[in-house]
């Protein structure tokens, strides 16, 4: 992809777009769009979304699309197209039934809600291809999430953001910023920190990076290009709420690019990073007032129902009414109540939303909580900084401390519900039941799979529903393409309620949410380890990008696991003898990802020795380490050729000896391969190298003589085994040279 | 590719323009929402209600007066509802209900009188076919005493026209549609009239300004809306003052002009000096000012004002210094009731980020910000009510109120300004 590009050259970019829109873009200039992603391939919200999608969840009873949807309507926005996954119907559902929104309703301040759905969507990037396709934007758009909060005008963005564009075609994206200081709540709730590099003076992203606290390597890596610019400022203290105003080149940019999933992490920095090969300039406008922030997690989801609670997002609060059909007005304390809300005299309720026709027991007290339509709650209960949604029951004397409650929950008579817990919908919990407090518990009727969990009576205790909730810990790992990727650790611990950590080191906060993209791959840190190599940058055939820093990790592993099973796969068929398909798939993906030549060695050294010690084991035959050398490299024709071509990349000396020390690296890596037999095959295959012309023997002693080779013991073990070879090598150069001599 | 638009966000002058192409419904929503979303405020509020009460007028379908009352009263009081905090709402939604039952009556008159025609023809502006009285359901045994109790009793169906002290029995007639048309053009004229009213406060009241500021005066004034921008301007050019310009705000935007800057400027270009005062500094020059200037949201029966948030220091300040304080507003900010509780006992509560912004930090997070929109200031600290129709006194009240409300809206308070 990025190849084709740059043959064409950052300026001619724009231009396949001039063809397919030059009428409708003037007629429809003066239509602002708005672009809805309501679905975002995360399990951050489960158990509560496996019911309903995140962005009907009652942010302070009322569903954070209407959130979305009303500040759009705001800004005056006409056409809106939301994208649905997942709860797609749900979602349809509750627009078409709004009084407001439906399409019969003449008081719909949109002139169109149009639904999309796209069925093998597996990411936000699916979604943005998907709409390039369909060709119904006409101009710029506001691309939003739907479960975004927020009061700010954008009237002054956009026409800044038009301004930018007319003076430079290539100003293609405006991100919406909110300012906040390093200790602020809405920080500190957040898992992935972003890193926004910026140019002060015009507001230009000029790279972005993403911190987490679970990452090896505190610290991010400059591109070396940022220091041509006589400023810049690195900004981790900004709220990214996820507004971006968007020209249609962002669209073409995202299909261009058919391997971005998400929208900061991989098309923000991919875009910022070649830059000199496309030519765009994304901009950030950093908001100082107002309030724009996505209920993005859990902990995100505490935060902005406190701030509605505070009336910083006003005008959506609930005594503005903003919604069709609310009723609510304030009392005395603080408090929000809808009609119909009947609070018993002896009861004490402070700072908090109530909403219809909930009945409130003497002696309860309620403080800075939210608690929904219809619930009951008994005589003496205790609510503090909770929230609980419609329809549920808490029995008398029950205390319930800075929790969820979901849809439909019964609470017996005096239970305790510690701070952290998340009760799903419909879930039971039986008179005097004392949750444990750690860690916080999860219940839910269902399981992660949709299918009905085994009520757990020790923990619901007599007469109750329900069971803890267990993420899908296997099925992660086969996620990882669709940046679910979590670290092992990370999820077990995310199974706690965030909202519990709030206060703890920042080093626990790490573990509350799942996060977006952690790929805790065996061979990140040997990718690291290859990565930085002397002879890259001088045969790098992608000159102008800066170089590959550890923030391309992932990108990198992707490629790594996916160019060595392309490889061995091919190695492996019995059906063809010819390796010219694996290598144009292989030198497709490098293209595709960027890869530099380390590791496209590194994938080839261990695709390759995979084969062979592969053959060495008993089910293929058991081949002798010699055999099995030769197997591997000779059986298919052009594999060889692929190796000295790709592999190695040349006759030069530095690079054969890195080849021999990656397939060193490689053997070392493979599981239930002991360090002599390893060794044995080491030699064998640096041996068919050598007689195959790969390796010449000035490469495989300048291995021998690398520091690197030796540097732990098991690698010295394998090396160990190759000292025949070496010796014979050397004796055979004394050989060669003394013919020389001679000659 | 034009980047001539002002900006995409809903405004007033959008919805007015577009009024024509829209359902009824749907204006009067946009409305609501640009109450409710606060894109509409202060003095624009009034101007818009009468807008969109004049489109229930002429655009709804309805055939007899009481139910063009029940149109225009379901309209007023969702708007009411939607910005509790703009009494001024109200008090239009009853001039319009007053003049659609003086209407009604006068055409009863008419219809009685058939011999005055001429005189009908001099009290309304339209050249109308002669008017018919509307349907009559019910009879018309009630008098003019009964009057009061009935509307109390049941608000929305007051207002059979027979049942006014003006209207004797009279038969039902036979030809509707005629005289439909002629009411809903003459209460079309009156919303108008309103209309004009309104927007022509600002200036008449700006007309008594060399009466009221003497040359050498020291005026402060607190967070000048524009009908005291008005008034200075033009007292400037005929007098000689200094102006103290009170309650800026705690944090002004980046970019954004110097706080008044365009007022002052033109004060300054007609020779007259200002000062702008930080926020709370006032205090410290009360002993100098001669007379303090502010503006009302809405004046109740009482005397009482709703003025925007702050003004009150200013007020309580001169009332410790024994300074007048002169209250500009149109008759038409004069509500027929007492302040809500809410109002007259905290005001109603705004954005938080008015005063402390959300990125202040941390302590956000504990903190329970509480920013009230409006003050409430009590009688005894206004000295004169400078009006469109001159300088008034709290003993006046009761004579303008009558003039411009009818007894029936008067009780409507009740239902338009709870809940």
């Known amino acids: 992809m990025s190849g084709k590009q740059g043959a064409k050259g950052g300026a001619a970019a724009g231009k396949p777009k001039k063809t397919a829109k030059p009428g409708a873009q003037e007629k429809r200039e003066d239509v602002l769009q708005a672009v809805i992603l309501a679905d975002y391939f995360q399990d951050r919200f489960k158990p509560f979304s496996l019911e309903k999608p995140r962005c009907l969840l009652p942010i302070a009873n009322v569903p954070a699309i209407e959130y979305t949807l009303e500040f759009l309507a705001a800004n005056g926005v006409q056409e809106v197209f939301i994208y649905c996954g997942a709860h797609s119907e749900a979602i349809e559902t509750y627009v078409h039934d709004s009084q407001r929104y439906s399409s019969r309703s003449i008081i719909n301040p949109f002139s169109s809600i149009e639904f999309i759905r796209v069925s093998d969507a597996t990411s936000v990037g699916d979604f943005l291809r998907d709409l390039d396709k369909r060709g119904l934007i006409g101009g710029d758009f506001i691309l939003v999430h739907g479960d975004l909060v927020a009061n700010i005008e954008l009237d002054g963005v956009l026409a800044k953001h038009r301004a930018r564009r007319e003076a430079n075609r290539d100003a293609c994206m405006t991100m919406v910023l909110l300012q906040v200081p390093q200790e602020h709540g809405a920080l500190k709730s957040r898992v992935i920190t972003p890193e926004f590099i910026i140019e002060p003076s015009t507001g230009r992203c000029l790279q972005y990076e993403e911190r987490h606290p679970l990452q090896s390597d505190h610290y991010t890596v400059l591109d070396p290009a940022l220091f041509k610019y006589p400023e810049f400022e690195i900004r981790e203290d900004l709220i990214d709420c996820g507004i971006d105003i968007c020209t249609p080149e962002v669209l073409a940019l995202w299909s261009e690019s058919f391997d971005y999933e998400l929208p900061r992490k991989n098309f923000l920095h991919g875009v910022l990073k070649d830059w000199e090969l496309n030519g765009k300039l994304i901009y950030t406008e950093i908001m100082e007032t107002g309030y724009a922030v996505r209920a993005n997690s859990l902990a995100m989801y505490e935060c902005v129902s406190r701030d509605v609670l505070g009336r910083w997002t006003f005008p959506y609060v609930p005594e503005t009414n903003f919604v069709h059909g609310m009723s609510y007005k304030r009392v005395r304390d603080g408090s929000r109540l809808e009609d119909g809300v009947s609070i018993s005299g002896e009861a004490k309720v402070t700072g908090s939303v109530i909403g219809r026709s909930t009945e409130v027991g003497a002696g309860a007290t309620i403080s800075r909580s939210v608690i929904g339509s219809r619930c009951k709650i008994g005589k003496n209960v205790r609510i503090e900084n909770s929230y609980i949604w419609d329809d549920t029951v808490i029995g008398d004397d029950s205390w319930v401390i800075r929790s969820i409650l979901a849809e439909s929950v019964e609470i017996g008579k005096d239970c305790r519900i510690p701070e952290g817990s998340l009760i799903s919908y419909k879930v039971r919990i039986g008179d005097g039941q004392l949750l444990p407090p750690n860690p916080a518990p999860r219940l839910s009727l269902l399981q992660h799979d949709g299918s009905l969990a085994e009520t757990d009576s020790s923990i619901v205790g007599q007469g109750g529903a329900g069971a803890l909730y267990e993420g899908p810990i296997e099925e992660d790992d086969d996620e990882s393409e669709d940046g679910n990727g979590t670290d092992p650790a990370a999820l077990q611990n995310s199974l706690i309620f965030s909202l519990a950590h709030l206060n703890l080191s920042a080093s626990s906060i790490s573990t509350l949410a799942s996060h977006d993209e952690f790929d805790s791959d065996d061979e990140e840190s040997e990718s690291r380890l290859l990565r930085p190599d002397s002879s890259g940058a001088s045969r790098s055939r992608l000159s102008s990008f800066a170089s590959d820093d550890s923030a391309v990790a992932s990108s990198l592993d992707a490629f790594h696991s996916d160019a060595v099973h392309g490889l061995v796969d091919a190695l492996r068929a019995d059906d063809s003898v010819d390796f010219d398909s694996a290598k144009l798939e292989f030198m497709g993906l490098r293209l595709a990802n960027n890869a530099s030549d380390s590791s496209m060695r590194r994938a080839i050294a261990v695709a390759f020795v995979r084969r062979s010690s592969e053959l060495l084991s008993a089910e293929n035959g058991g081949l002798e380490p010699t055999k099995a050398a030769e197997e591997a490299f000779t059986s298919k024709r052009g594999a060889v050729k692929f190796i000295k071509e790709v592999g190695v990349g040349g006759d030069d000396t530095s690079r054969q000896s890195e080849f021999a020390l990656s397939l060193q690296k490689a053997l070392l890596a493979v599981k239930g391969l002991e360090a002599t037999r390893a060794g044995a095959l080491l030699a064998a295959m640096l041996q068919q190298l050598y007689n195959l012309d790969v390796l010449e023997e000035e490469g495989i002693l300048a291995w021998w003589g690398d520091k690197r080779a030796a540097e732990n013991d098991s690698l010295t073990k394998i090396k160990e085994k190759c000292r025949v070879l070496v010796e014979w090598l050397e004796n055979a150069d004394e050989e060669e040279s003394d013919e020389g001599d001679s000659d | ?419």
């Open chain 2, 1 to 419: 590719m034009a980047p001539s638009q002002a900006g995409y966000a809903p405004s007033l002058d959008k919805l007015l323009k577009s009024l024509k192409n829209h359902p009824l419904e749907a204006s009067i929503d946009a409305l609501i929402f640009l109450l409710t979303r606060r894109q509409v405020h202060g003095d624009d509020c009034a101007i818009a209600t009468a807008h969109i009460l004049l489109q229930v007028v002429a655009r709804s379908k309805w055939n007899d007066v009481d139910q063009l009352l029940a149109r225009v009263q379901k309209a007023g009081s969702r708007l009411v509802h939607a910005a509790p905090d703009e009494p001024v709402i109200g008090n239009i939604v009853r001039r319009v209900l007053g003049l659609i039952r003086d209407e009604a009556s006068e055409e009863r008159n008419a219809d009685d009188l058939s011999e005055s025609a001429s005189d009908i023809q001099t009290l309304t502006t339209s050249s109308s076919p002669p008017p018919r009285p509307p349907p009559l359901v019910r009879s018309t045994t009630a008098g003019g005493s009964m009057l009061v109790s009935k509307s109390m009793f049941n608000l929305l169906s007051v207002a059979d026209p027979a049942d006014l002290p003006t209207g004797a029995s009279t038969p039902v007639s036979q030809a509707q549609p005629a005289s439909i048309q002629a009411l809903r053009s003459e209460v079309i004229d009156g919303i108008e009239e309103i209309m004009d009213e309104i927007s022509q406060a600002d200036d008449q009241i700006a007309s008594f300004a060399e009466i009221q500021i003497n040359p050498g005066d020291y005026v402060l004034v607190y967070r000048p809306s524009k009908t005291v921008e008005k008034f200075l301007v033009k007292a400037a050019s005929k007098r000689r003052f200094t102006v103290f310009i009170a309650g800026l705000e705690p944090h002004k935007k980046q970019g954004a002009e110097a706080p008044y800057a365009a007022l002052r400027k033109k004060l300054n270009a007609a020779g007259v000096n200002t000062v702008n005062l930080a926020s709370n500094g006032l205090t410290a020059y009360m002993a100098r000012v001669s007379k303090v200037v502010i503006s009302a949201k809405a004046v109740y029966q009482n005397g009482g004002l709703l003025v925007d948030s702050g003004s009150c220091i200013a007020v309580q300040a001169a009332e410790a210094y024994s300074k007048p304080v002169i209250v500009l507003c149109g008759v038409y900010k004069f509500c027929p009731q007492d302040p809500s509780e809410e109002l007259s006992s905290g005001g109603v509560k705004g954005n938080s980020s008015a005063e402390v912004s959300y990125a202040e930090g941390a302590e956000v997070d504990e903190l329970e910000v509480e920013n009230t929109v409006t003050d409430y200031v009590r009688p005894e600290h206004v000295d004169i009510y400078l009006t469109n129709l001159g300088p008034q006194t709290l003993h006046h009240f009761a004579g303008i109120l009558a003039d411009h409300y009818k007894p029936e809206e008067m009780l409507l308070s009740l239902q338009l300004g709870e809940a």
